[in-house]
């Protein structure tokens, strides 16, 4: 996992005329960059918070969501990048805007759906490029994609978790096969799991378990992942399908906004 600079993001931002953050709705406050979006604010660019993955929550959730980030102030669009739902409307929104060449830089936490978005909205015109005409090219190993019409989309690698100290900051900050303690953080991330979603790993994996270390056991078992020496399940093998499969959009769960502040008494908003 590369993580970019904040020197990277500003400097990408500067020449930039519009930002889309990409968040998971599945946890849209662990999983958005308020120092990215004041770094685009204070730019005065245009910033989109796209709340992606939103086919795996109901749409009255993806509603509240779309209404909470636009109460903040902040222009705000829900969509599924992988089934392509809502990226039409994104695709004519920018579009619309009238200054061309169009630069939009799109950033997040790492695997929130960037690239996702990036091949969604890019359709089958479409080319990378390396340098956008009449600008100096960047010395950077960001992706600059044209989506035709003159409007330039950049790739960006993910942007650095603010450390909040939820589990999303911590899967999110090293590559899993790097991570120290894999199986602790994912105790930590299906207890989260199944605060929202009780059903969730009977869902994707059919374990009927309740106890996250069983949870890690069975699905170890289940793979064939146990010690040659002793037959003891491999937990951390479990462990790193399981946020491997989160990435992935197959593990549901979902919160509102009224639920986070009856959750953790607003103190993260
Ligand atoms: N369910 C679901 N999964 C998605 C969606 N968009 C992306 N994904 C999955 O999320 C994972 C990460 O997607 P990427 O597009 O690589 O994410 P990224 O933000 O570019 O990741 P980095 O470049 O590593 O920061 C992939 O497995 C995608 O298939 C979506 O709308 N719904
Ligand atoms: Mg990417």
Redesign the pocket.
């Known amino acids: 996992?590369?993580l970019a600079s904040w020197g990277l993001i500003k400097e990408l931002m500067a020449s930039s005329d519009v930002v889309l953050e990409?968040v998971d709705i599945r946890d849209p406050i662990s999983t958005r960059s308020v120092r990215a979006e004041s770094l685009a604010l204070n730019l005065s660019k245009s910033l989109i918070i796209v709340l992606?993955?939103?086919?795996?929550v109901p749409r009255e959730v993806a509603e509240r969501w779309k209404e909470y980030f636009e109460s903040l102030g902040l222009r705000s669009i829900y969509?599924?990048?992988?089934?392509r739902?809502g990226t039409k409307v994104l695709r004519s929104e920018v579009r619309g805007m009238a200054k061309r060449p169009l630069v939009i830089a799109v950033v997040?936490?790492?695997?929130?759906?960037?690239?996702?978005?990036?091949?969604a909205l890019k359709g089958r015109h479409s080319a990378p490029t390396s340098t956008l005409p009449g600008s100096p090219g960047y010395t950077v190993r960001s992706q600059l994609y044209s989506i035709g019409r003159g409007i330039y989309l950049i790739?960006?690698?993910?942007l650095i978790p603010s450390g909040s100290g939820d589990v999303e900051s911590v899967i999110r900050s090293e590559n899993i096969d790097k991570l120290n303690n894999i199986t602790s953080v994912a105790v930590e991330f299906i207890k989260k799991v199944l605060k929202f979603n009780k059903t969730a790993f009977i869902e994707v994996y059919g374990i009927e378990e309740v106890d996250p270390y069983r949870i890690l056991e069975v699905l170890a078992v289940k793979r064939g992942w146990v010690s040659k020496k002793d037959r003891e399940p491999l937990l951390h093998e479990a462990a790193k399908a399981v946020i491997r499969d989160y990435?992935?959009?197959?593990i549901s769960y979902y919160f509102t906004p009224d639920e986070l502040i009856n959750t953790y008494g607003g103190s993260t908003l």
């Open positions: 996992m590369r990409v992606n993955k939103s086919d795996l969509i599924s990048a992988r089934d739902l997040g936490l790492p695997k929130v759906g960037k690239s996702t978005l990036i091949n790739d960006t690698p993910g990435f992935d959009g197959k």
